[in-house]
């Protein structure tokens, strides 16, 4: 069953389409990946369907539970079960971690938020009590986010690129949380262009200036981590990839 199609999308911005004629469809309760070059297109997606205001202005349209959002704010679809963690997560200037974790939870239980910090590697006792603000790395404040979205359980979490900032050592728990997040219900779309993070994912979209180009298992989108481009008509295709066929 879908949970959420994107019907013949189309975003431009001072008339260069970024998003182009693209459709997909989303599986209830899986772990879907969205690769493919920076620029392509990839946050811009999740941008809109999560109803960014500077995103708004599409043709198409994005159904969700087989009725269409596209007139719905940020706040509604939020309230609807969709969210987004961001690739350079926001910073609150005098908010403590455990109040940030509280406002996403629908539980107040301070057990849940202990739960959600040991799942993406965070001590806490040493971080409900910090500020969400620049005493923290960024990729102190991508876990804290993501553990704020374990806290949530969503319906729908968009995950854009839930590597970046992540140390090796740690990568491994930001993985287990998208596994708690699947096994939870939540199905989960990644944004990426990492070969880490595509492998979490269960199918897969390869986009590229806008279009989904190839869709399917992992092992037939991973091809091109390989071969760095895909057989496309764009007038900026490399004449040859690393494996010297044509690109």
């Known amino acids: 069953m879908n949970i959420l199609q994107i019907k013949n999308l189309t975003l431009s911005f001072n008339g260069k389409k970024i998003l182009d004629n693209l459709s997909l469809n989303i599986w209830d309760g899986h772990v879907?990946?969205?690769?493919?070059?920076?620029?392509?297109?990839?946050?811009?997606?999740?941008?809109?369907?999560?109803?960014?205001?500077?995103?708004?202005?599409?043709?198409?349209?994005?159904?969700?539970?087989?009725?269409?959002?596209?007139?719905?704010?940020?706040?509604?679809?939020?309230?609807?079960?969709?969210?987004?963690?961001?690739?350079?997560?926001?910073?609150?200037?005098?908010?403590?971690?455990?109040?940030?974790?509280?406002a996403s939870s629908r539980s107040k239980d301070k057990k849940i938020f202990e739960q959600a910090l040991h799942q993406v590697a965070l001590d806490p006792e040493s971080y409900l009590d910090?500020?969400?603000?620049?005493?923290?790395?960024?990729?102190?404040?991508?876990?804290?986010?993501?553990?704020?979205?374990?806290?949530?359980?969503?319906?729908?979490?968009?995950?854009?690129?839930?590597?970046?900032?992540?140390?090796?050592?740690?990568?491994?728990?930001?993985?287990?949380?998208?596994?708690?997040?699947?096994?939870?219900?939540?199905?989960?779309i990644l944004i990426t262009h990492s070969l880490a993070v595509l492998e979490q994912a269960e199918h897969a979209f390869l986009i590229c200036v806008g279009k989904v180009y190839k869709q399917g298992n992992i092992d037939k989108i991973s091809r091109y981590f390989g071969e760095k481009c895909i057989p496309c008509d764009h007038k900026n295709r490399p004449q040859k990839n690393p494996l010297g066929s044509q690109s």
Do not use: C
């Open 32 to 102: 879907h990946a969205v690769v493919g070059p920076n620029g392509a297109g990839k946050s811009t997606l999740a941008f809109t369907i999560m109803g960014l205001p500077e995103y708004r202005d599409i043709q198409g349209d994005i159904i969700y539970r087989g009725k269409s959002i596209i007139h719905d704010d940020l706040d509604e679809r939020a309230r609807k079960g969709i969210t987004l963690a961001w690739q350079e997560p926001a910073r609150f200037e005098g908010l403590k971690v455990k109040d940030y974790l509280r």
């Open 130 to 188: 910090r500020a969400v603000d620049k005493t923290l790395s960024g990729g102190e404040r991508k876990k804290i986010e993501l553990a704020s979205i374990l806290a949530m359980k969503p319906q729908v979490a968009l995950l854009d690129e839930p590597d970046s900032g992540i140390d090796v050592e740690s990568l491994g728990k930001i993985f287990e949380a998208v596994k708690v997040l699947k096994k939870e219900g939540t199905t989960v």
